[in-house]
């Protein structure tokens, strides 16, 4: 299947040689809200790991998949400030 791109203003070598400080990489705003429909991932666990899922994510009061959810989202954000 072939790719549609869109058509951008080409630029001479020597324009984008002299550009290339000013050229700003295009950064997609994310929704943490948005529908989880993107990626779905499928992570075997054994049954220690996924004994210790079960009766935390009980305590909380969440399903498993909430669960590991906010945890990842928590631990994510401690590790990326």
Excluded: C
Excluded at 6 to 12: A, N, P, V
Excluded at 21 to 36: G, S, V, Y
Excluded at 40 to 56: D, G, R
């Amino acid at each position: 299947m072939r790719k549609i791109r869109d058509k951008k203003i080409s630029l001479s070598e020597e324009d984008f040689i002299n550009n290339v400080d000013n050229i700003e990489l295009e950064t997609k705003k994310l929704d943490p809200d948005a529908a989880r429909t993107f990626k779905p991932v499928s992570l075997p666990l054994n049954e220690y790991e996924f004994t210790l899922l079960e009766k935390a994510a009980k305590k909380e009061g969440r399903s498993q998949k909430n669960f590991l959810r906010q945890a990842l989202i928590e631990r994510a954000n401690l590790i990326l400030k």
